[in-house]
């Protein structure tokens, strides 16, 4: 093999040859790259959002539930030093109550619409540092520490506010209207709607929430917590933070991650991935198939001239390794083309114009990884898709390749 | 002159390397026995039948026949474009019948030069590139490669168009960039398929001018197929074929 020729004949086929093929395959190139890297960042970026939803509304990084057999966390100290762990951004402490919550619009008995949910207790200042529920409100207001009479309630659990689960609803409430709510000790309170919100998650929105001191004063409990749900500032390193927190004196509680916790949203984001890797792999086929064609149609265009160069004495290797140099070439120019139409321009429009899709707004996550992959999975298929056709056009006999 | 003296030093030092013997106006470099080519089919076509004869170094030869005679067949044989049925070629004392095709690869390269009926130019290179590519093949430096080449070039007149494509150049000059090709290497054996066929009658003597000089000059061995009787007065014997075998010359 010479691999000076191969590279000479390389270049001086694409420098030389027809501009407008060349034009036409390093397009076909970046656009199946374009499509690897899009297609595996859209998904990604679903699993993101599903993701998202669930530490932002539901769990944060890191629950800290009561030890076995136990109803409430206890160790005031131990709660109290969670903040003060280096990274741990904010946690707040919930009580957490089954509820049968009722709305009888007429105060009359009749049409009475009611059904059975989750009302957490909130300490405002606490918990808008570890959650977003208060800046998905879409009517009304957020609590403040001091309400005691007020209750906000997801959209799942008012009605007519575009949940998927009217039918469970209360039928339609609005800020301003009166709900009953009858706690898990019997005890009955009639709260004034403050605010409803609406966040992509809809085990979010099938919560209620009230202020710690109003829920301390249902239960009869003080300076207590059904759970602590606590935020840290780096993502991915819930485990270190979980260990230090054990070192706080949590010995005995169930602390688990967000990822531990999301058993429907997990599964759904391994879906996501598992489909991502699919498309990945049928789009990497496709540019491969890609790459065999035009390889292939240019070998079939060059036949008399690899008769020519193998009459002249070139090896057959070098010839193929040519063609393999050129189908290189194009993967390379894709590449360079389709990740700066991916972070100049797709990336931007994506971050401007998310998509709304039911588990959230959906920009693209384009990760190191994604761009690692999508590279090295053009280049195996150019490697193959140019080889394959080389290699068959060189093994017909000189005098076919030439004459035909 | 001087640049044919040394070329043809160049060549005796490329053949030794090979395992042939210096040149010798007497000394056969191709001796073809018992030669059969049969394409296989429903009904076998036998393209050569037991050809035999030899062809001493120097030598300007003609392949003549009548269309179908087997002239190209035979060339191709000679020129390890083709393997043959049954018998031997032996150039410079080696049966090369029995050669793999990389050892075929590698006696075109060195040993073999060709020039075909339709130019044979890659359409992205350039009179200079054309030439030089086999040197390349060869691992010959830069500056060798295009210091031989466009003294290959000026040889067969080209000089002044070493840069063009061969779209840019007549046939008649394609043909001579081809032929430049077929001697860079310094081939001990020349082979032409009806080289002047497609060119006008004035390209025509022009090439075949060229290729007595060369045959004279540096005493390079020729074997030429064509199918122009006036092309006798050019050549030092003519190898005339008929259905596959060969035939005296007046028949």
Redesign the interface.
Known sequence: MNIKASFFLARTSIIRGNKGTLAMTILIMTLAYVNLIFISSVFGGIVEAINEQSINNLYSNIVIAPADDEIYIENKDAMNSIDTIPGIVASSAHYINNTAISYDENHDGRDVQQGKWLIKSVDVADETQVTKISDSIIEGEYLEDNDRDKIVIGKEIAGSHGGDLDYLSLGGVYVGDQIDVKFSNGIKRTYTIKGIFSTKNSQADQMAFITTKEMESVLHVYNLASEIIVKIDEKGQEEKYIEQIRQAGLHDEDIKTWKQLTGFTSSASKSFTMISIILGAIGTVVAGITIFIIIFVSIVNKRRQIGILKAIGMKENTIILSFVMQAIFYAIIGIILGVSIILFLVRPFFIDNPLDFPVGWVSLKITFNIIRISNISLMVAALIGGFIPAFRGTKESILDSIWG | MVLYQHFEVQKKVSLIQYGAKPNNKTQMIIEVKKLKKTYEGKVPTYALKEVSFGVKKGEFIALMGRSGSGKSTLL?QL?L??SPTAGQIIIDGTNIVSFT??QK??????K?G?V?QSY??????NAL?SVY??L??T?ASKSQYIKKATEMLEKVGLGERIYH?PKEMSGGEQQRVAIA??LV?DPAILFADEPTANLDSESSETILKLFKKLNKEIGQTIIMVTHELDDRKHVDRVIWLKDGVIKPENT
Do not use: I
Request: hydrophobic residues 45%; charged residues 30%.
């Open positions: 191709h020129g474009l083709d095709e990389k690869s590698e006696f075109r390269l060195k073999l060709y075909f044979a130019l890659l359409p992205e290179l590139e590519l086999p390349m093949l691992g494509l090709r077929a290497n």
